[in-house]
């Protein structure tokens, strides 16, 4: 038997990943094995709403793991109900089921709007996603996702998924039939490159599922818990209530948990259709708790808005100085274009520069600091990033 030599080599090679090892990290930053300091815009991918190790989550994690890590799916755990409760008072829906990824949250929404097709909708089961769309990487959320990428992967596909197009209220409608049970999307693309639906596109969704009998499906794993600043939920900009919601990413501030919302009318799973041994354990769902007790202070909110802005403005007036094009999003979750297929290589500079950003598409960079991110914070990232884009104009200038 040989064995890997080298450390990484021990992992499955997944995607391409600098050969560099972080060790810590706290607030803003990250640190890797050899000390050097991070500024980090990616924050686990959006995921660590309050930045690295925050106290609040470390003592939330110490205190129940001396407490109660699981007493298993079969039985209620105080930090479930409790998180639960909390989540339903903070929103339009009625009950939750928890969950252990994005993609787990995504698979439990398709399933369950199965569910209501077959006791309610005599048996349809297709749900209109849409192209750009990114719903996780299990086979029923690869097959819901609009992802060019995916389309030859892993053949066949889970059918019942029809692509319809983001802000089109007609390719929607054209894609109604008897078969049809939901339509489900993200409030703002994120993973195609930070698209968002207009208010105005979603509150016509609610409208044509609500004449249709159709549920709507909210996939604000990206876009939840505060991250388009103001609200808990980006849908709640639109002024709409979804049938169904999913949340990831920050629910959990770093940790993995993830959520499964539906009104009264919608949460119709029946023993046996649904669980699993991790979904609402102690340990995670006390982390949720921790999480929530910040982010939906209404002032945290607010200061989560009001950084969304400098940093759009800051933006907008780097993309000036460059030549470069739209900030578009909302809140912090925001993309500069760059006009040109350039972000990798931005990306690979910046690593070598101390700054994590990411390039969700070539020509766009996104931006998902922690909701407390502050200003100084943000000069710092806008001034290494001038500095990148200056000596890449220099170079284009001169090739
Ligand atoms: C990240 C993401 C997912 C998948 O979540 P995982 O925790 O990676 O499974 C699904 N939908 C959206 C919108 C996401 O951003």
């Known amino acids: 038997m040989t ?20 060790v810590k990290g706290e607030g803003a930053y990250l640190w890797d094995d050899t000390g050097k300091r991070y500024l980090d815009f990616i924050q686990g991918w959006a995921v660590n709403c309050l930045g690295h190790s925050p106290p609040a989550i ?14 298993s799916p079969a039985y209620h755990n105080a930090a ?8 339903v008072e903070a929103s339009c829906f009625d009950q939750v089921f928890f969950a252990n990824s994005g993609a787990e949250a995504n698979e439990g929404a398709i399933k369950l709007a199965r569910k209501f097709g077959s006791l ?6 297709e749900i209109i996603t849409f192209e750009g769309g990114f719903h996780g990487r299990t086979l029923a959320t690869m097959s819901a996702s609009g992802k060019k990428a995916f389309e030859p992967l892993f053949e ?8 319809a197009r983001l802000n089109d209220i007609g390719s929607v409608k054209q894609l109604i039939s008897a078969n049809t049970v939901a339509v489900m999307l993200e409030p703002i693309q994120g993973e195609a490159g930070v698209w968002p639906a207009t208010d105005a596109f979603l509150r016509e969704l609610r409208t044509l599922t609500r004449e249709h009998g159709l549920l709507l499906i909210v996939d604000e794993i ?10 808990l939920f980006a849908h709640e900009h639109a002024g709409i209530a979804p049938d169904i919601m999913t949340l990831g990413k920050g629910i959990g501030g770093g940790a993995p948990l993830a959520a499964l919302l539906a009104t009264e009318r919608a949460s119709c799973f029946e023993h046996g259709d649904q669980g699993g041994t991790f979904n609402g354990n102690s340990l995670m769902c006390a982390v949720g708790l921790a999480v929530l007790d910040q982010v939906a202070q209404p002032a945290f909110l607010k200061a989560a808005a009001d950084a969304g802005l400098h940093l759009e403005s800051e933006l907008q007036k780097l993309s000036a100085r460059h030549g470069l094009g739209d900030v578009r999003g909302r809140g912090l979750l925001l ?7 350039i972000g990798p290589a931005i990306v690979a500079q910046a690593f070598e ?4 950003l990411n390039a969700p598409q070539p020509d766009a960079l996104r931006f998902m600091p922690a909701l407390n991110v502050t200003k100084q914070e943000i000069a710092e990232m806008i001034e290494g990033l001038d500095a990148i884009l200056t000596r890449a104009g220099a170079a284009r200038r001169v090739a």
């Open 58 to 71: 470390a003592e939330a994690v110490a205190a129940q793991a001396k407490l109660l890590l699981t007493p």
């Open 3 to 22: 064995h890997a030599t080298h450390p990484f080599d021990a992992l499955m090679e997944i995607t391409a990943r600098p050969k560099t090892v972080f």
């Open 156 to 163: 066949p596909k889970v059918p019942g998924f029809r692509k």
């Open 222 to 231: 990206q876009t939840g818990m505060g991250r388009t600043g103001g609200k």
């Open 80 to 87: 479930s109900l409790k998180l639960a409760q909390a989540l």
């Open 120 to 125: 309610h909708r005599g048996g349809a089961f």
């Open 353 to 356: 520069a101390g700054l994590l």
């Open 335 to 341: 993309a500069l274009d760059l006009k040109l297929p």
